[in-house]
């Protein structure tokens, strides 16, 4: 009866959301291309290879947990170079990260949608080895199927924050029931491990490794020549301190832009590199510039101005090279939007990082940095200001901290070996 309610209630709530959808993919493009994977359907090549069965399947929803899911795979390939993979995404911009990343042995296809139906026919095609669900993945018909199939699921860096625990309580009748499935858990922390715990999960089998967005590749690969190239073209001159607004939601833009604006008299070549959560946002983001009368490059149309104020990154896969060349960076979903962004690949690139209130998707890792002193959090848009004026003032202060954030890194790091040692049994 559970399981009946689940699937009615599923295909309702995707007939409602589908004219959305519809939306969102002739919007965003990249939701459009290989639309009819997302309901088990694969061209014949791709098909091909999903047929050789055997491939460990990780599912990683976006770009995040991509990340996540490239370590795990080299990890294990580490210690067991026999396995063969096979990855899947949610989000059109995970997919095209892990598609610039991803060898050539391993397949890349859409997140299938949870329907019977579509979980039995994608698990006998596969045949998977395991399934590995990066973060708090939980799609009942795909795990009951592959279970079915004495197939082993385990959710790899488990992230259960407070806002999402009081959603999934609403679920409990459901939770109890789903969550005895998985083979393990290996949480990021112990308030990860208890909610799980909490809502229905075993707790033999809940273990705590740590975040494993700890273990990201070093910096260093190119990125900020990359990067240098592109401010270069735009017109921006190699001399320019440069504030940087990351995976920015909406509002955010425009209290960076406001920034910009304040701080021109203290800081006169003051340069802004704003990097958007959701590259489609570009024209809204522009209008935000527009009305400034701010002079903006954006990369899309990669025209070189003469000195530019703003350089709009509105392709994937670009935001960790520009990391690497900016002098303070803020960190967005933080400030106007709730749960916060990635602080770890700033961190990693010894940057002085300022993030707004709302960080509950990170609340095992930021006490991390806030006791190092490692990280600057602001209560609002004129804090923001205030602090970004006093890193991009004093240098030596914003390497410092840059410097206390790398090492925190380094400290923390090893979730990722960790939990390899303890999933390799599993797949035996």
Not at 51 to 65: M, Y
Not at 170 to 181: A, V
Request: hydrophobic fraction near 50%; proline fraction near 6%; include cysteine.
């Amino acid at each position: 009866m559970i399981w009946w309610l689940y699937n009615f209630c599923f295909v309702i709530g995707f007939s409602l959301m589908l004219p959305r959808f519809l939306w969102r993919m002739a919007r965003r493009g990249g939701y459009a291309r290989n639309f009819l994977q997302r309901f088990g359907r694969y061209a014949p090549e791709i098909r091909a290879r999903l047929t050789e069965g055997g491939r460990v399947w990780i599912h990683a929803v976006s770009v995040g947990e991509v990340g996540v899911a490239l370590r795990l795979m080299q990890e294990l390939r580490a210690t067991r170079p026999e396995l063969r993979f096979l990855l899947s995404t949610t989000t059109s911009t995970g997919h095209a990260v892990a598609r610039k990343q991803l060898d050539q042995d391993t397949p890349l296809i859409y997140f299938p949608l949870d329907v019977p139906p579509i979980s039995r026919r994608i698990v006998r095609l596969i045949r998977p080895r395991a399934l590995l669900l990066i973060e708090n993945e939980m799609w009942p018909n795909l795990i009951r199927t592959v279970r079915k199939n004495s197939v082993p699921v385990v959710m790899i860096n488990a992230r259960i924050s407070a806002h999402s625990f009081g959603g999934y309580r609403l679920l409990h009748f459901l939770t109890r029931r789903l969550l005895p499935q998985f083979t393990a858990f290996f949480a990021q922390g112990q308030p990860d491990a208890d909610r799980l715990i909490a809502l229905g999960a075993p707790a033999d089998r809940v273990h705590v490794m740590g975040s494993a967005k700890y273990d990201l590749a070093p910096a260093g690969d190119g990125g900020a020549e990359k990067a240098r190239a592109t401010l270069s073209a735009a017109g921006f001159a190699p001399d320019r301190p440069i504030l940087l607004g990351g995976s920015t939601w909406a509002g955010e833009e425009a209290v960076l832009l406001d920034a910009l604006i304040a701080l021109r008299p203290q800081i006169p070549n003051l340069a802004l590199v704003l990097v958007p959560r959701h590259a489609e946002r570009r024209a809204e983001v522009l209008r935000e510039i527009e009305v400034r009368h701010l002079v903006v490059v954006s990369c899309s149309a990669a025209k070189k101005r003469e000195r530019p104020d703003v350089l709009l990154v509105d392709t994937t896969g670009e935001l960790r090279n520009f990391y690497e060349v900016a002098d303070v960076i803020f960190v967005g979903k933080s400030l106007t939007a709730r749960g916060g962004q990635n602080i770890i690949e700033p961190a990693v690139c010894a940057k002085p990082v300022i993030v707004g209130p709302n960080m509950t998707n990170f609340e095992s890792i930021m006490p991390d940095f806030l006791a190092a002193q490692a990280i600057v959090q602001v209560a609002d848009a004129g804090v923001f200001r205030v602090a970004a004026a006093r890193l991009l003032k004093n240098p030596a202060e914003a390497q410092a901290m840059g410097t206390r954030a790398a090492q925190v890194v380094r400290a923390k790091a090893g979730a990722l070996h960790a939990t390899v040692n303890s999933l390799a049994p599993l797949m035996d």
